[in-house]
């Protein structure tokens, strides 16, 4: 697996790698993350990625990353 970069963000860290013929997004806040698995050969190249990562995605992730975070208090809870 490589680091193939990351795009910056001030409400999460976004990091871009490829490995086994698939990039991943990895995209972390706090104790959470979130990894998207991308087939190479549904992009024309690592550029795609930047565009698909826009605000309207990492929007919505970050709505993701307040319901895991709601999901493990409330398990918390529960022990």
């Known amino acids: 697996m490589r680091v193939?970069?990351?795009i910056p963000h001030a409400s999460c860290k976004i990091t871009i790698l490829a490995?086994?013929?698939?990039?991943?997004?990895?995209l972390e806040q706090g104790l959470l993350e979130q990894t998207y698995k991308i087939?190479?050969?549904?992009?024309?190249g690592e550029q795609?990625?930047?565009?698909?990562?826009?605000?309207?995605?990492?929007?919505?992730?970050?709505?993701?990353?307040e319901q895991m975070s709601d999901n493990l208090h409330q398990a918390m809870d529960r022990l």
């Open 4 to 6: 193939v970069g990351e």
């Open 39 to 44: 087939n190479e050969y549904d992009l024309a």
């Open 48 to 65: 795609d990625l930047k565009t698909l990562v826009d605000e309207s995605f990492v929007q919505n992730a970050l709505k993701l990353f």
């Open 19 to 26: 490995w086994n013929n698939r990039y991943l997004l990895k």
